[in-house]
């Protein structure tokens, strides 16, 4: 949610600057900003709504002179306080202009403080980072740090602030709590970030802030403080696995991430999983079944939602321990009782998801067993746990999440095989679900070969304008997630139910011009999941069915995708990822922007 990107160095880089931009345009894309200053204190600004393309155009058209700026900062926004306008664009302006901010993150307090500087300052704008500005300018002290530590002082919420003062070009001073902010740096660039992303391919080695830590950077390097003592830290250096990939031949990343699967998969278990002795070797997983766990809670949303509930389904049929998955959002509205003996899971791609990060604080103030499963290395919710495993599928930049999702069900089974292995207990299944499971990136490849025929079928129904989608057991969250990509990516309006719960309201709506699409490879609920599909049927209901090659009633669908042949186990996973190229070539048909659906970002630091 926001995309910070500042630089400060030698070399007049506006391109990359841009460059570093789209890289963090995930984050959100309702408008762009971008702020220079020269050593002699010339400004340049420039604001757009819409994509980093239309603030890149305004920048290309400007005619540069000879001034030389060393000093940057820019900033890819997703609305939260005020509408999409280019007053609402960050950085914002002190009143004096010569403080510039740009900020990810609310400031929850801003209404109040808007007041009372409201008395001294006038406001351009609906935004809270606005605030921050005025701020900044009232309490200046004559040392931007010392003003940025009573700045803050005073603010109440999340953020990842970057600042510069015009009057002293080479220095900017950025500073978090709870939203994320990464120093990188490469000979004399210093550069700062949201994340990983912008600084990957540029960056030799980074820092990661943690809360309250200020970074200055000054004179072509960077010191990280904590209430004013500095704080000495080995700077990481970056990784092939933290760089994004070029597209290739893939016409959006979105795509690319779906054809990656097989190899993610490979990684996710390699050094992991020993295929040949059937066991599973992790340091982590062995500290997790030493642990006394009677209950496990995986606590996350959206996909990551939907990824705990698939693998609750499986765990519950192996399972001596009660599990159970939640909407993180749910989880702050409710009362939570702590529960010792609960291990309390806490599933994100981005490691930043405000409802999950705010859900892991309250179980760990209650000294609860936490455990996180993230992608983003280095994210915030990967830092607030010691437990915890990297899902390891790479970078994802579309925004809809694909290979991840499939990454997180991997983990988590391995999670779940590894303590049934450790606590001696179906030993037998155990064993033989890693087997079945060493074949699956050949099947999900087969899966991927059916690519032309799904997207026939996904022109045919992108003339509809709703959907349902069902299933029933673990098909019954696949459904949910495969309903939660097409209106992602599609923005065709789609439900998903229980197969069995489409006679209790929803078949009302069934018609000619109301699709159903239904999950039913087989397996036990086969013949149930087939009455249901005779109702929709019966009402003249358009059906699509994935399901396997064997199936006997083919005649009852009106267009079928069929999965490989596979048991049911990992029928879930090849029709996961047939119904992700199913919504992604639906969307291509209705020519959305399907690395960046409208309205949506990345990642969601937002409550
Ligand atoms: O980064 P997270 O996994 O915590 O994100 C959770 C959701 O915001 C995310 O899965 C979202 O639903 C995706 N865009 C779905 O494709």
Not at 238 to 251: A, C, M, Y
Not at 449 to 463: D, E, F, R, T
Request: charged residues 25%.
């Amino acid at each position: 949610m926001c995309g910070i990107f500042a630089y400060t160095g030698t070399k007049d880089c506006r391109e990359m600057l841009v460059n570093g931009l789209r890289m963090l345009e995930y984050r959100g894309y309702d408008s762009a900003g971008i702020m220079a200053l020269s050593e002699e204190s010339d400004i340049f600004l420039e604001k757009a709504v819409g994509r980093v393309s239309a603030l890149a155009s305004k920048v290309d058209e400007k005619k540069w002179d000879s001034i030389k700026y060393t000093t940057w900062i820019a900033h890819t926004r997703w609305a939260t306080h005020g509408g999409v306008t280019v007053e609402n664009t960050h950085p914002h302006i002190s009143t004096n202009e010569r403080f510039y901010v740009v900020h990810n993150g609310i400031i929850e307090n801003y209404k109040e403080l808007k007041k009372s500087l409201s008395e001294k300052y006038s406001f351009y704008s609906q935004t809270d980072t606005e605030v921050v500005a005025k701020l900044v300018e009232s309490l200046y002290d004559g040392n931007l740090k010392s003003t940025m530590e009573k700045v803050v002082a005073k603010l109440v919420g999340a953020y990842s602030l970057a600042v510069v003062d015009s009057e002293n070009p080479g220095e900017i001073v950025g500073i978090k709590l709870w939203s994320p902010l990464i120093v990188g740096k490469s000979n004399d660039w210093v550069y700062i970030s949201s994340d990983i992303n912008a600084l990957s391919n540029l960056a030799e080695s980074f820092s990661i802030l943690e809360d309250n830590e200020m970074v200055v950077i000054e004179n072509g390097d960077y010191s990280i403080f904590m209430s004013w003592k500095k704080v000495e830290r080995d700077a990481e250096a970056v990784q092939e696995g933290q760089k994004i990939d070029e597209l290739g031949d893939f016409t959006s990343y979105t795509e690319k991430e779906i054809f990656d699967i097989p190899a993610v998969l490979e990684n996710v278990w390699s050094g992991r999983i020993d295929f040949k002795n059937k066991s599973i070797h992790n340091e982590t997983l062995d500290a997790l079944s030493d642990l006394d766990i009677e209950r496990i809670c995986i606590i996350s949303s959206g996909s990551s939602y939907y990824a705990g509930e698939i693998w609750n389904y499986f765990f519950r049929k192996f399972s001596w321990i009660q599990a159970s998955a939640i909407i993180s959002s749910e989880f702050l509205s409710d009362v939570f009782i702590p529960d010792s003996k609960t291990l309390y899971i806490f599933l994100s791609q981005s490691g930043e998801t405000a409802d999950v990060r705010e859900s892991m604080k309250i179980v760990k103030a209650k000294r609860c067993m936490t455990f996180w499963i993230v992608n983003v290395v280095g994210s915030t919710i990967a830092r607030m746990a010691d437990l915890g495993l990297y899902s390891h599928a790479w970078v994802e930049v579309g925004v809809a999440s694909t290979k991840n999702v499939i990454a997180q069900i991997w983990v988590l089974l391995m999670m779940s095989i590894s303590l049934w292995l450790k606590k001696d207990l179906q030993i037998s299944d155990a064993r033989e679900i890693i087997s079945e499971l060493s074949r699956l990136p050949d099947k999900i490849s087969q899966a991927l070969m059916q690519g032309p025929h799904i997207k026939k079928l996904a022109k045919k129904y992108s003339v509809y304008n709703d959907m349902f989608v069902l299933g029933r057991n673990y098909f019954y969250p696949v459904a949910g997630e495969a309903s939660l990509k097409i209106k992602e990516l599609s923005y065709i309006h789609s439900e998903s139910y229980s197969a069995g719960e489409l006679k209790h309201g929803p078949l009302a709506l069934v018609s000619e011009t109301f699709p159903t699409i239904v999950f039913n490879p087989m397996g036990k609920f086969y013949a149930k999941t087939i009455s249901n599909i005779q109702e929709v049927s019966a009402r003249k209901g358009p059906i699509l069915g994935f399901i396997s090659s064997n199936d006997t009633h083919k005649e009852l669908y009106t267009d079928t995708i069929e999965l490989p042949e596979t048991s049911e186990l990992l029928s879930v996973f090849t029709g996961l990822v047939s119904s992700y190229l199913f919504a992604l070539y639906l969307a291509e048909a209705l020519e959305r922007d399907v690395d960046k659906p409208r309205n949506l970002a990345k990642s969601v630091t937002v409550e």
